[in-house]
């Protein structure tokens, strides 16, 4: 094989890698690849450049801005992207909940999966804003669950505007658990649709705690509209794959962080 070609092919490579995984760092594409720290280092400015991927201090992560930050994926394919990450998380934010807790969930592909974990968890009474959430919840016999009505967003699959907003204004639990589309820890947490940022405050508005549901991929991203600040969650949960430079800006701001 030319040396041009085993170049494309290790560039194609960590391009897939990263695509998969969401980030990496050097050492890991170095092994990957089967080459040096420095010759990695070249391969991720040239593919800056082309905008296949980004990079960060240390490594890279997958290149979310070819899609418009105004747009959102389908629930579908969200539930399919990092999802070891994601189970990982419902996993340990199911320890944080009590049974006989009320509850409010925000759609999204990190909570429904949270919601899928617990099923060995009694008398919970759930707000949701997602059909996909409900469903999944009255599986369990001692649960209560209340369907959020108003506008149904195509592409999420879940509730949200005006509507849905006073509806979950008549209601007042322990703890909400949220999700979004993208994390900056000086910008704040963000949502691809207006209605949608709309939404979790209010929803961060009618709870005593309020958890945030992050997986890594998030981070390093902005979405069109701005919901929050960090200091809105009393607890983040998020996965090994994040980066030490974002948790020592998000431990600046004493965020309290659980890393799984």
């Not at 010759?39 to 990079?55: G, Q």
């Not at 506008?151 to 658990?177: F, S």
């Not at 940022?197 to 209010?202: G, H, L, M, Q, V």
Request: hydrophobic share 40%.
């Amino acid at each position: 094989m030319a040396q041009r070609d085993i170049i494309v092919e290790r560039r194609k490579k960590i391009v897939t890698y990263i695509n998969e995984k969401g980030r990496a760092d050097i050492a890991e594409l170095a092994l990957l690849t089967q080459s040096t720290e420095v010759t990695v280092r070249r391969d991720l400015a040239y593919l800056e450049k082309s905008e296949s991927l980004i990079r960060i201090h240390g490594g890279a992560v997958k290149n979310e801005r070819k899609k418009s930050i105004w747009r959102t994926s389908s629930i579908g394919s969200r539930l399919e992207k990092n999802k070891e990450q994601k189970e990982r998380i419902a996993q340990f934010a199911v320890t944080l909940i009590n049974d006989n807790d009320s509850l409010m969930i925000d759609g999204g592909s990190t909570t429904q999966i949270f919601a899928s974990f617990l099923k060995d968890k009694h008398n919970l009474l759930v707000v949701t804003n997602s059909p996909g959430i409900a469903e999944i919840l009255l599986d369990n016999d001692t649960n209560r669950v209340i369907q959020i009505g108003g506008e149904l967003v195509r592409d999420t699959h879940q509730v949200a505007g005006p509507d849905a907003e006073a509806h979950i204004r008549r209601y007042n639990v322990d703890k909400c658990i949220i999700s979004v589309t993208g994390a900056d820890p000086e910008a704040g947490l963000s949502a691809a649709i207006p209605i949608e940022a709309s939404i979790k405050r209010t929803m961060i508005e009618q709870a005593r705690q309020s958890i945030l549901l992050i997986d890594s991929s998030k981070f390093e991203r902005k979405a069109l509209c701005y919901a929050f600040d960090f200091k809105a969650f009393d607890t983040v949960v998020t996965d090994s794959n994040i980066s030490k430079q974002t948790v020592e800006r998000l431990r600046k701001q004493d965020v309290k962080l659980y890393i799984v």
